[in-house]
């Protein structure tokens, strides 16, 4: 089945600094990638629709200045949480739809956890 | 609005069969998912159903959607501890693009 693998699967860092975080497909091509953000025992909240060749769509109430996403190409997508700090702790998870099978499914990520000190 | 409500927490005795419920309010649903999330990993998609359909099966797992009554379930025959995890229903609505919203989650824990 698709892979999609996510790096790294976790992370601390100090408040202030800029942290990346990878989603890729591994075995097949997505032209969209979604980036999600889950606070503990909570669901998931959609956070951005990256699409590769394109700028990312962001919901509301999302930063784009705060979160920048980047889909240079059909298996790669980065958020990069610029400054962080302590309440940009969660746990965000990817996903990517095949672009050949289309279909009607995304295939997540394992997640990335961030703690911001 | 989009509104995706599930009960938090249910408890099975290993065997049984588990029924995980999920309510939405928007009635413009295309397909809808089940996901399973164990702990500190990311979501595994179950089954989906397209929103014309009433059942679909496969294997252990049996999804009905009350279209009428903006009502989807889950139900897991024969659950076993392998099972336990978080269960989160989404739905993909018209003209959303390839947006899901997802409902709050439950917590599905199965005993012996």
């Known amino acids: 089945g698709a892979v999609v693998s996510q790096h790294p699967s976790w992370v601390i860092c100090k408040s202030g600094t800029s942290v990346k975080i990878e989603c890729r497909s591994l075995?097949?091509?997505?032209?969209?990638m979604f980036w999600y953000r889950q606070f503990p025992k909570q669901s998931l909240m959609l956070m951005a629709t990256?699409?590769?060749?394109?700028?990312?769509?962001?919901e509301q109430g999302v930063e784009k200045d705060k979160f920048l996403i980047n889909h240079a190409s059909l298996t790669l997508s980065t958020l990069t949480v610029t400054s962080a700090h302590p309440e940009d702790s969660s746990f965000y998870i990817c996903s990517a739809r095949d672009r050949v099978s289309g279909g009607e499914t995304q295939y997540f990520g394992p997640g990335t956890r961030l703690l911001v000190l | 609005g989009e509104d995706v409500e599930q009960s938090l927490f249910l408890s099975v005795r290993e065997g049984d069969s588990s029924v995980i419920n999920c309510t939405y309010t928007d009635s413009s649903s295309t397909y809808l998912y089940w996901y399973k999330q164990e702990p500190g990993a990311g979501l595994q998609l179950l089954t989906y159903i397209f929103s014309n359909m009433d059942m679909k099966q496969d294997q252990r797992l049996t999804v009905l959607l009350n279209k009428k009554d903006k009502h989807l379930s889950l139900r897991i025959a024969d659950t076993q501890t392998g099972d336990s995890a978080i269960y989160f229903c989404?739905?993909?609505?018209?003209?959303?693009?390839?947006?899901?919203?997802f409902g709050t989650g439950t917590q599905l824990k199965v005993e012996l």
């Open positions: 075995d097949f091509q997505a032209t969209t």
């Open positions: 990256s699409n590769e060749g394109s700028k990312a769509t962001y």
């Open positions: 989404a739905e993909k609505l018209t003209g959303g693009g390839n947006k899901l919203t």
